[in-house]
């Protein structure tokens, strides 16, 4: 089944304690990007990327970091967490180097203590 | 109706009517625009997309409308069913390629 998984699907961290959350798709799909989800405010893209070892700062990329070591794989990781992360995030994928109609994981409900 | 930016509206219909979602977008240079899904506990799953060029797309049991001249998006959903209830959101793609969200209109149908 072609899909896009995300882990883990729920966490609650303390400030300031290095995380990562995995994304993986199946789909051989070029273009991957981060995503967090606030009340309010829509989705807004922190990182993407649009090949191996390709990536670029989306709209709010403070305190977070990406790696695309991989085609299938794309990590994000929070170095130094704080509440303002506080989020629900989606990792998504598509087939081509455009954002066109994206594959979205079913999501990490990040809590920041 | 939708409007990014705004806050998240409701839309009630019964189980068997039409659903029309509205969505006002701010470029006038945007050039692809999508309808995603969003169930409760889910991530966003397209529906159907529509380029600048187009004035209307028909998807299976769905509809999206553009209308370029006063920048309005809408979605028709017929023959509504439960597993239609979700929030619905828009999203435009501004000249440079970056996505522009929605946040959504939540429709609810009543059986």
């Known amino acids: 089944e072609a899909q896009v998984t995300q882990n883990p699907r729920y966490l609650i961290t303390v400030t300031g304690k290095k995380l990562t959350v995995t994304c993986s798709q199946n789909?051989?799909?070029?273009?991957m990007s981060w995503y967090r989800q606030d009340p309010g405010l829509g989705l807004r893209q922190i990182y993407y990327?649009?090949?191996?070892?390709?990536?670029d700062k989306g709209d709010v990329p403070e305190g977070y970091k990406v790696s695309r070591k991989e085609k299938r794989n794309f990590p994000l990781i929070l170095e130094s967490p704080s509440p303002n992360q506080t989020s629900l995030y989606f990792c998504?994928?598509?087939?081509?180097?455009?954002?066109?109609?994206?594959?979205f994981g079913s999501g990490t409900q990040l809590s920041v203590l | 109706g939708e409007s990014v930016g705004l806050h998240l509206p409701t839309l009630s219909v019964q189980e068997g009517d039409n659903s029309i979602i509205n969505c006002a977008y701010s470029?006038?240079?945007?050039?692809?625009f999508i309808w995603y899904k969003q169930e409760s506990g889910k991530g966003p799953q397209f529906i159907i997309d529509?380029?600048?060029?187009?004035d209307k797309r028909q998807g299976q049991r769905v509809t999206v409308l553009l209308n370029k001249t006063v920048k309005h998006l809408s979605l028709q959903i017929a023959a509504t069913q439960p597993g239609d209830s979700a929030v619905y959101f828009c999203?435009?793609?501004?000249?440079?390629?970056?996505?522009?969200f929605g946040q959504g209109t939540e429709l609810s149908v009543k059986p």
């Open positions: 998504a994928s598509s087939s081509d180097r455009t954002n066109e109609k994206l594959f």
């Open positions: 789909m051989n799909h070029e273009y």
């Open positions: 990327s649009m090949n191996v070892e390709v990536t």
């Open positions: 470029n006038s240079a945007s050039d692809y």
């Open positions: 529509i380029r600048s060029n187009m």
């Open positions: 999203a435009e793609r501004e000249w440079g390629g970056k996505l522009i």
